[in-house]
């Protein structure tokens, strides 16, 4: 692995050249592979070692191919770089009461299911993603991870910052120079000069300084970057408690972690470095928002909306037994397909909706198609599925990957006519309709399994049993 010799210059001065040896050694290793676990879908835990710093976070021996585990697409489990996992350690102890969380740079999705997986009961993600190709991709990790309790957007943080004392805590893992993803990415490595680290440390304080109106006062904003250099880091933290009167917060850490404090200046800081800690290049500060007088919007009274949503809402209300708490969800259709929100956040959720670009929210049910009722995918992978009210169906290994594929298959010939939930492992896959003679796969043609290798079976994580 050849270094940009400016990044060697910098590194050196940062860690001290025998330090420095030690570091550049450690990007000639394989890299960990880790996983965390959704234990809102599955109580397993691999027979490997554990993430220190996150309780569901396990590194497995070697990568399986995760495009061919139906339990991956199921959403039992998320691939995430270890060092990253912190975020829940840092969440759990200083977000204790339900809270509106924003997850502002949020694609491709590891710390938004981490942040739904660690906020208290009650809470509501706010995922945000700029660029809209990404944001589909959010989106769809998210509904795989199954709390409803989501809106995915597609913002800029400038929008966002309308907002004003709308979020309790704020996650920014802002765009930077990628230092700490040398090891896994080459190409990285290749665009990596001193003029970008300069120019993603400017683009990071214009991120701060457009969204910190919509964090509340006394609010928590947690920054983070896979970077190493001290201008996209420890600067703007400095320019965080210097220029907007943030608060710096202490995280409590176990020394056996082995994570390196702040490079530059006194304020608490947490770097991990590939040759301390296992798992990849990650730097994560907290900072409080000072107190002052609270502001909120108030929703504006919008009949014609109102009206138009009445003038298309089905008279049915057959959908409310996919639920299994349906009384908590309120009804959202919108050409004849529905979503069901959580009753808690609709007056949020109408306030977002009205200021932002909303892609994602709660669960999307399904279409209502003349009398049938056509059930969602988001629904079958959803946590708040109530699969009492469907026929299941398991599927082989084999068979599951066929689903995952979106091709045909036949169903057993006992299998009752009408919408049929598959299953692998015990855990819900998607929908089939049943008609007979045959049974169409409803998987969604966009999250497909795009591969022409079709394995009889491979390794998947239930190997580590």
């Given at each position: 692995m050849e270094l940009p010799k400016d990044?060697?210059?910098?590194?050196?001065?940062?860690?001290?050249?025998?330090?420095?040896?030690?570091?550049e050694a450690s990007l000639s290793a394989d890299a960990p592979i880790s996983i965390r676990m959704n234990r809102d879908k599955s109580d397993f835990s691999p027979n490997t070692a554990t993430v220190q710093w996150c309780e569901e976070g396990y590194y497995l021996p070697e990568r399986i191919p995760f495009t061919f585990d139906p339990l991956f697409h199921a959403g039992t489990y998320y691939v995430q770089e270890a060092s990253s996992m912190f975020l829940g350690h840092v969440v759990r102890h200083f977000v204790q009461?339900?809270?509106?969380?924003?997850?502002?740079?949020?694609?491709?999705?590891g710390k938004s299911t981490h942040l739904l997986s660690a906020m208290p009961k009650g809470s509501l993600l706010v995922s945000n993603e700029v660029i809209r190709s990404r944001c589909n991709i959010l989106a769809e990790n998210i509904a795989k991870w199954g709390n409803p309790n989501h809106i995915v957007t597609n913002n800029d943080p400038k929008e966002?910052?309308?907002?004003?004392?709308?979020?309790?805590?704020?996650?920014?893992?802002?765009?930077?120079?990628?230092?700490?993803?040398?090891?896994?990415?080459?190409?990285?490595?290749?665009?990596?000069?001193?003029?970008?680290?300069?120019?993603?440390?400017?683009?990071?304080?214009?991120?701060?300084?457009?969204?910190?109106?919509?964090?509340?006062?006394g609010g928590v904003f947690i920054l983070s970057t896979c970077t190493f250099n001290t201008e996209e880091n420890e600067e703007n933290v400095k320019y965080a408690i210097e220029e907007l009167g943030a608060s710096p917060i202490e995280i409590p850490v176990n020394q056996e972690w082995k994570i390196i404090p702040a490079l530059k200046y006194?304020?608490?800081?947490?770097?991990?470095?590939?040759?301390?800690?296992?798992?990849?290049?990650?730097?994560?500060?907290?900072?409080?928002?000072?107190?002052?007088?609270?502001q909120t919007f108030h929703l504006k009274n919008n009949k014609k909306n109102r009206q138009k949503e009445r003038a298309q809402t089905p008279a049915s209300n057959d959908w409310q037994r996919y639920l299994s708490d349906a009384d908590s969800y309120i009804a959202e259709w919108d050409n004849f397909c529905l979503r069901a929100i959580p009753a808690t956040?609709?007056?949020?959720?109408?306030?977002?909706?009205?200021q932002l670009t909303v892609v994602d929210a709660g669960i999307y049910v399904g279409e209502q198609k003349g009398k049938d009722f056509i059930p969602s995918e988001e629904l079958a992978l959803s946590t708040a599925l109530n699969r009492?009210?469907?026929?299941?169906?398991?599927?082989?290994?084999?068979?599951?990957?066929?689903?995952?594929?979106?091709?045909?298959?036949?169903?057993?010939?006992?299998?009752e006519k009408g919408y049929i939930l598959v299953t692998y492992e015990n855990i819900p896959l998607g929908f089939m309709k049943n008609i007979g003679n045959?049974?169409?796969?409803?998987y969604p043609q966009e999250w497909r399994i795009r591969s022409s290798f079709c394995p009889e079976q491979t390794k998947t994580l239930s190997n580590f049993r």
């Open positions: 990044f060697i210059e910098r590194t050196k001065i940062l860690l001290g050249t025998d330090e420095y040896l030690q570091f009461e339900p809270s509106v969380i924003l997850d502002l740079c949020a694609a491709p999705g966002i910052g309308k907002l004003t004392h709308f979020f309790d805590v704020i996650v920014a893992d802002v765009p930077c120079s990628g230092e700490g993803m040398f090891r896994k990415d080459n190409e990285s490595i290749n665009e990596w000069t001193t003029e970008n680290v300069m120019l993603c440390a400017a683009r990071c304080r214009r991120i701060l300084n457009d969204i910190w109106n919509a964090l509340k006062p006194n304020y608490p800081a947490y770097h991990f470095f590939p040759h301390k800690t296992k798992g990849e290049g990650f730097f994560l500060a907290a900072f409080r928002k000072a107190d002052s007088e609270n956040f609709r007056e949020k959720y109408q306030l977002l909706k009205s009492t009210a469907f026929q299941e169906t398991k599927l082989s290994y084999a068979d599951a990957i066929r689903y995952l594929k979106k091709e045909a298959f036949p169903l057993p010939g006992d299998t045959r049974a169409n796969n409803l």
